[in-house]
């Protein structure tokens, strides 16, 4: 079975059928059913994901004789030879085969003439961020006066290269890479209709491996029919699957993040003798630790699909470190290819992870407060201590009446508490623009108030220095916000009150 069958075979037919581009679908619909289609669309996103099936779509329904609803009903002969590619209205260019300004010269001609046979001359151009600036102002000319019979559509998948003038011209539409889950729906879909078996974790893998892309999910689908078995379980399908050991990769970062170097750099090698590819191993790394992150930063209630004492190693690093992590295994990709010895990069890589400064998972110090210090360094630590027993209590209490800035809060640190002054810093502009807007600002005097006793403004500031370290780490542990029970209430509250004395007598006294 050629890699592209399935998808030439089960390519959506109706508007309905397209999965993941939901909203497009929506409406275009809608415009047909009112008639109110433009001339030129401009479709954009990631390869695989339905540009081209939609602008066929759009093709047929604007041409079909007996539409229902604004969608083709792929019986009338307008439908029929559109699906069958006879259609000679329906013209498909290639534009990265097509970049000479010449061969768009012959299309825009062709454009001026009536249809032959259907009701519109549809003109199809994919990659047409591939086209020449010559090709794109020949393209600008029509696109400004279009025939009335004409339909332009223009896909891409990097609408950054394509000129604003041309842009402009045009209806756009974002199309989005398909959740897994509806990528999943459809696989199964296909399998149960080819009389296949497959497991589910084959399935899985196949579009965790697509990473959105229906085109690629069926492609590498195909090959797995191809194998020649009914009944298809991971062990065979392991035989084309493109993968590298997910579980190897699983222990490798928690060696890391465990500052077992030996034992990381014994996978490695392991790995090596396995033939794996190398490439592909180190882009599964990166992928396991995005994962972390995302859970670490985004969804700390939803485990990522990963063993879970991997998710409970990232649970105890701060996002900044698995950042490093990260960019460390990012920076390796040009040596992969061209050292000597392939694996060395990431043996290096290995290295750098579990030194010393990196893999110690000692709270960093507390940055001293600079404003106002309290008179001795022992106090400040201990003030500065009390300070976050108090941000904790005040997280806690505006998550609990906010829940949607649980992520804000997490994001922001407490810098030093005055006499009159709570200062908070946090190094993106975005949560600062969240938490300052005034029904934020309100829970937090009112938190601050209940939880220190007195009246305290809240100054929020933009640092982008300010580090995320241990307030964030402790923070975590208590997603979704807990209730404060009376204990953990009546608890800090007194050491914060015997804080505020403190400061209260340093400054009086
Ligand atoms: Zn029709």
């Given at each position: 079975m050629s890699s592209n069958t399935l998808y030439r075979k089960y390519r959506p037919q109706t508007f309905a059928d397209l999965i993941g581009q939901e909203h497009i679908a929506h409406t275009l619909l809608s415009e047909i059913q009112k008639s109110q289609i433009s001339h030129a669309y401009l479709f954009s996103g990631p390869r695989g994901v339905g540009?081209?099936?939609?602008?066929?779509?759009?093709?047929?329904?604007i041409n079909c004789l007996k539409p229902k609803n604004g969608e083709p009903d792929n019986q009338c002969e307008a439908c029929m030879s559109i699906t069958q590619g006879r259609a000679l209205d329906i013209l498909e260019i290639d534009a990265a085969s097509y970049t000479g300004v010449d061969n768009i010269r012959e299309v825009i001609e062709h454009s001026r003439f009536t249809p032959s046979n259907l009701k519109y001359k549809v003109f199809i151009v994919d990659e047409v961020h591939m086209l020449s600036t010559a090709a794109f102002n020949a393209l600008l000319k029509t696109l400004e006066e279009p025939p009335a019979h004409a339909l332009f559509v223009l896909a891409t998948t990097e609408i950054h290269k394509v000129p604003e003038t041309i842009q402009s011209r045009c209806q756009k539409f974002d199309f989005h890479r398909i959740p897994a889950e509806a990528l999943a729906r459809r696989l199964r879909m296909i399998v149960k209709q080819e009389n296949f078996t497959v497991d589910d974790n084959v399935i899985e893998e196949i579009v965790r491996l697509a990473d959105g892309s229906s085109r690629d999910a069926e492609s590498v689908l195909g090959q797995v029919f191809a194998l020649g078995e009914k009944k298809i379980t991971l062990e065979q399908a392991d035989l084309v699957l493109p993968r590298s050991n997910q579980a190897a990769v699983e222990q490798l970062i928690l060696s890391i993040l465990t500052n077992d170097r030996a034992a990381a750099l014994k996978n490695l090698s392991a790995q090596v003798e396995n033939g794996i590819d190398l490439e592909a191993y180190r882009n599964d790394i990166i992928r396991t630790l995005r994962d972390g992150l995302l859970y670490r930063v985004v969804s700390p209630n939803l485990r990522p699909q990963m063993q879970p004492n991997l998710a409970e190693a990232l649970n105890a690093f701060t996002p900044l470190k698995i950042v490093k992590l990260l960019e460390i295994f990012l920076s390796i990709q040009q040596y992969i290819l061209a050292s000597p010895l392939p694996q060395l990069p990431l043996e290096l890589a290995v290295i750098e992870s579990t030194s010393e400064k990196l893999g110690t998972q000692t709270p960093d110090p507390l940055p001293e407060s600079k404003t106002k210090p309290i008179e001795t360094q022992t106090e400040n630590a201990a003030a500065d201590l009390n300070l976050?027993?108090?941000?904790?209590?005040?997280?806690?209490?505006?998550?609990?009446?906010?829940?949607?800035?649980a992520l804000s809060l997490k994001m922001v640190r407490p810098k030093s508490l005055s006499q009159d002054e709570l200062q908070i810093v946090c190094p993106f502009t975005l949560h600062v623009e969240k938490l300052?807007?005034?029904?934020?600002?309100?829970?937090?005097?009112?938190?601050?108030k209940s939880i220190i006793g007195k009246k305290a403004k809240v100054i929020l500031e933009l640092d982008l220095n300010a580090r995320l370290d241990n307030v964030n780490l402790k923070s975590q542990n208590s997603y979704p916000p807990k209730p404060v029970s009376q204990e953990t209430k009546s608890g800090p509250r007194n050491s914060a009150d015997q804080l505020w004395d403190k400061i209260v007598n340093a400054f009086e006294g």
């Open positions: 540009k081209t099936t939609t602008a066929r779509l759009l093709a047929k329904a976050i027993q108090i941000w904790e209590q005040m997280m806690e209490e505006v998550s609990r009446k906010a829940p949607a800035l300052n807007a005034p029904k934020a600002r309100a829970l937090l005097a009112e938190a601050a």
